[in-house]
């Protein structure tokens, strides 16, 4: 089990950016694949992007790729999610999971540890 806390998330006009942080804690964060999935008031919870364990590959929603860019910093324990050409529809909490094992996987269920969630606000 890994413990995660999100940072980074707060208010922001459209067109601009921000950058989410997962801090991990635990020596074996190198062995566990990374997502980022989002919810907004109403609406289901979706995902956003993944990370494999080494940071070698990655996957988008169609809806946020080529704004969006997923990385891990392993030596650090943490995950990064920058935001560019941020949308009004990209307000939502944001919330950072992790799954020992298995690489590719884009559905909520599959991943058993969960950070709290950090707000993000996009002004229209």
């Known amino acids: 089990q890994v413990q995660l806390v999100e940072s980074g998330g707060g208010l922001v006009q459209a067109g601009g950016s921000l950058r989410l942080s997962c801090a991990a804690s635990?020596?074996?964060?190198?062995?566990?694949?990374v997502a980022w999935f989002r919810q907004a008031p109403g609406k289901e919870r979706e995902f956003v992007a993944r990370?494999?364990?080494?940071?070698?590959?990655?996957d988008y929603a169609d809806s946020v790729k080529d704004r969006f860019a997923i990385s891990r910093d392993n030596g650090k324990n943490t995950v990064y999610l920058q935001m560019n050409s941020l949308k009004p529809e990209d307000t939502a909490v944001y919330y950072c999971?992790?799954?020992?094992?298995?690489?590719?996987?884009?559905?909520?269920?599959?991943?058993?540890?969960w950070g709290q969630g950090t707000q993000v606000t996009v002004s229209s």
């Open positions: 999971a992790a799954r020992p094992g298995g690489d590719y996987f884009f559905a909520a269920r599959e991943y058993n540890n």
């Open positions: 635990g020596r074996t964060f190198s062995t566990y694949a």
């Open positions: 990370i494999s364990r080494s940071g070698s590959s990655t």
